[in-house]
């Protein structure tokens, strides 16, 4: 028998990269009345006995997506980087210098720990659907449905995050370059160590297998705000596969799941399940992170705070709030004429301080504990926007643009030769993402999905080198912590 420990938040590693187990396990005496469990420790075989334990362990899934090395805030820090939009404003290498450069190895810091955080978290989805499914007599079936829905959700997430950084976009040869190691089952030890990487296309067909099932199993809707916001519920699944579907180019499938949650006119909402819909202030969903507009959020409280180093607000917004370690580059979206002084995602989002231009999206000072933004129903409407422009649905494309810019700033017209052609559409609604999804993420993955090459970029006595897609600096390299140990790689 082993005993599991659910109060410890540092998962014991197998090794540094993917196995960290979400429980503690000891081996235990037979004469149990001389080695009795300790109260903070449940044996495995009771780890699914009462709803309570199980609830427990589908919230530990969660916390550990939300790990300061990967959603807490260093993933989507990262993606945003890489791009073009933020200047480095202290070289700081423990603070992303060598990601902002352009010039990470394979035992670069970051390489090797969000790759260790993400695989974690897999691990644990996978140990966890293992003991379901080892306890499915002993588990309400709506239940038992339920968690193992929010559980592949989650894993679909981790690998679409891992897939789309450390491996060539699905793009450039429709998904036939080497992915990421694939694992799916439970791993509590290191037989299964060694383990060759996946397809691009393979992993994508595991993830749209997961959010496919997943969405048939989730609920329509939880019974707060909160929940339906840091839960996963059927349109959090959909709402991740208008993702998906973009970044394969499968442009069809976006708008037939985007239709799901999205109506036929303006204005635009989900018609089912959770109701979806735009703020009127585009700065609400930053304050208050339960609104309609956050399909899916990560959140965070004074108690599992990210951690020094990995907050969103640390790096991006003003001192004293923030750290300042990266501002707003004259060069990026911030200047481009697409992006008027009259938007309120200028007047409300943006701070100057020391002559540097700020994002504020993330307010809370230290601890840090602003919701990380997911998926916002924003990302939803300009998914679908890209997707009807480039399929040849002009005016629908126009239509969710509008209403997305409109938002923040109803006087503004799109120039006729803005939205005239398909071309000129399609430009226009990426550089609307780079306006309202500015810090959040989607930058780097805008720019490797549509196979662009990342800019050059100077400042603060620095600079990074444009990056072509045809360089090996493109993506994310394998860490050496992976390499180590995975003969089969």
């Keep these: 028998m082993k005993n599991i420990n659910i109060q410890a938040r540092k998962h014991f590693l197998l090794r540094m990269t993917f196995l960290a187990l979400p429980f503690t396990f000891a081996a235990c005496d037979t004469d149990e009345l001389l080695n009795p469990v300790p109260e903070t420790s449940i044996s495995d075989k009771n780890a699914f006995d009462t709803p309570e334990r199980i609830q427990g362990q589908v919230n530990g899934l969660y916390d550990a997506m939300k790990s300061g090395q990967f959603y807490g805030g260093r993933l989507l820090m990262y993606n945003e980087i890489r791009g073009e939009e933020y200047i480095n404003r202290l070289t700081n290498g423990v603070t992303g210098l060598q990601t902002w450069q352009q010039n990470v190895q394979s035992g670069t810091n970051e390489v090797q ?55 060539k976009p699905y793009s450039a040869d429709n998904g036939n370059s080497p992915g990421v190691p694939l694992r799916l089952q439970a791993e509590t030890s290191t037989a299964n160590n060694d383990l060759a990487r996946s397809s691009v296309a393979q992993v994508y067909t595991q993830i749209l297998k997961d959010l496919d099932e997943a969405e048939s199993a989730l609920p329509e809707s939880y019974a707060t705000p909160a929940l339906n916001t840091t839960r996963a519920h059927k349109n959090t699944a959909i709402a991740l596969k208008t993702r998906v579907y973009l970044h394969m180019g499968n442009y069809g499938k976006v708008i037939e799941e985007a239709q799901k949650i999205v109506t036929d006119v303006a204005p635009f909402t989900a018609p089912s399940g959770v109701a979806h819909a735009l703020q009127a202030d585009v700065a609400v969903p930053f304050t208050d992170y339960t609104t309609t507009e956050s399909v899916f959020s990560m959140p965070m409280s004074d ?118 052609t398909q071309d000129a559409l399609v430009n226009t609604i990426l550089t609307e993402r780079r306006i309202e999804l500015l810090g959040e993420g989607f930058r780097s993955l805008d720019i490797t999905r549509t196979l662009q090459t990342f800019p050059e970029k100077t400042g603060s006595g620095i600079s990074a080198p444009a990056v072509a897609p045809t360089s090996t600096d493109y993506v994310w390299p394998m860490p050496n912590s992976e390499l180590a140990t995975n003969k089969a790689l």
């Design 303 to 420: 108690l599992d705070a990210p951690g020094t180093q990995n907050q969103l607000g640390y790096y991006f917004n003003a001192a004293p709030v923030g750290n300042g370690e990266y501002f707003l580059s004259t060069e990026g979206i911030l200047n481009d004429a697409a992006w008027p002084a009259t938007d309120a995602r200028k007047t409300k989002l943006v701070v100057t301080a020391g002559g540097n231009a700020y994002l504020a999206k993330f307010v809370k000072p230290a601890p840090f504990t602003d919701y990380v933004p997911v998926i916002r129903y924003a990302e939803v409407l300009l998914n679908y926007a890209e997707a009807a422009a480039r399929t040849g649905n002009l005016d629908k494309a126009v239509a969710l643009l509008s209403a997305v810019r409109g938002r923040s700033d109803a006087s503004y017209a799109f120039p006729a030769e803005a939205v005239a």
């Design 113 to 167: 720990n969000l790759w260790g955080a993400a695989y974690a978290a897999i691990n644990r989805i996978n140990v966890f659907l293992q003991g379901l499914e080892d306890n499915k007599a002993k588990i309400d079936p709506a239940l038992y449905a339920q968690y193992q829905a929010e559980a592949k959700f989650l894993r679909a997430l981790a690998y679409h995050s891992l897939v789309t950084l450390y491996a």
